[in-house]
């Protein structure tokens, strides 16, 4: 846990990429049962509407690294994101 609240500090301010967490015992217990998370820790990433399972190292330089590479989703409020193909859609 340690490594996940130092990555949610440092990607606090970035407009790219939402580093957070979901309490899956209190509130957030519907949106985990929504996400299909069974345990903890369990990592997702990519479109919110099909977030997919994140495989790689825990450690703080590993989930940094992923963070970093991850690329922009595009969307309606986002369409500087989107190629011509997904902007027309």
Do not use: H
Not at 9 to 16: I, P, Q
Not at 63 to 70: C, E, I, N, P, V
């Amino acid at each position: 846990k340690p490594a996940w609240n130092a990555l949610m500090e440092e990607f606090r301010d970035d407009d790219t990429v939402l580093v957070g967490e979901v309490d899956c015992v209190g509130s957030g217990k519907v949106k985990c049962k929504e996400l299909d998370i069974k345990a903890y820790p369990q990592v997702k990433y990519g479109d919110p509407n099909n977030l997919e399972d994140y495989k790689g190292g825990r450690d703080l330089p590993s989930l940094r690294k992923f963070a970093q590479d991850l690329n922009p989703i595009c969307g309606p409020d986002r369409l500087d994101w989107c190629d011509n193909k997904r902007k027309r859609q």
